[in-house]
């Protein structure tokens, strides 16, 4: 790898996460980022998903990962084009690896989790990783206890959306689902993986 994941920490941090003197926004890599309680978040989700009732869980789930994908694509796209990568991290990119590597030193800085583990196989176009401590488990577990289903909808969004931007010219080329929950199995880690979404009739 060729991307030095501590010198982006440094270098994020050195940011300071606080509103800009002036705005009162927290503008870093050319996107507006926020701190927010994880306990909002998950529950504003879960909120959702009750509402919209059992019979519905599906598309729910559906709609909530698709949020998350259309963000990733907006807010990692924004940040590939922001001076800060320029600077920082495009320079070191030779290969698509390189960019991807890029795109998960800065994403582990978010407060999300800490992906420990990712493989890209560029021949066919999927993409495998693995999250560490995604922030929705622990919250989960403390409310509901054990999970019946995986319910890392942002990560999910996300590990289509990194593909949208490695290998599509659009969003929603590729599709993703979490193959393997903590808040299921047990355990600090989540396995999400992503392909290229098949389209019927070459619609
Ligand atoms: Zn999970």
């Not at 599906?58 to 990692?76: K, M, P, Q």
């Not at 390189?98 to 800085?109: F, R, Y």
């Not at 959306?161 to 355990?187: I, P």
Request: with cysteine.
């Amino acid at each position: 790898m060729s991307i030095d994941h501590n010198a982006v920490r440094e270098a994020f941090q050195s940011m300071g996460l606080y509103g800009d003197p002036e705005s009162g926004l927290m503008r870093r890599f050319g996107v507006l980022l926020n701190i927010a309680p994880v306990d909002y978040w998950v529950a504003l989700e879960l909120d959702f998903i009750h509402k919209m009732g059992t019979a519905a869980l599906r598309l729910s789930e559906n709609v909530l990962i698709d949020a998350a994908h259309w963000c990733a694509y907006g807010t990692f796209g924004g940040i590939m084009a922001s001076a800060e990568w320029a600077a920082m991290i495009a320079p070191q990119i030779k290969t698509v690896h390189d960019k991807l590597d890029g795109l998960v030193a800065v994403t582990n800085c978010l407060g999300w989790g800490h992906i420990s583990h990712y493989q890209l196989d560029e021949s066919n176009q999927t993409l495998e990783i693995t999250v560490e401590h995604s922030y929705y488990v622990d919250y989960w577990l403390d409310k509901y206890g054990k999970a019946e289903r995986p319910i890392c909808y942002m990560w999910t969004g996300v590990t289509a959306g990194y593909m949208d931007l490695l290998f599509g010219g659009k969003v929603h080329e590729f599709t993703a689902e979490e193959v393997a929950c903590a808040a299921v199995d047990g355990g600090t880690r989540c396995h999400f993986r992503a392909e290229r979404l098949e389209k019927k009739f070459a619609l």
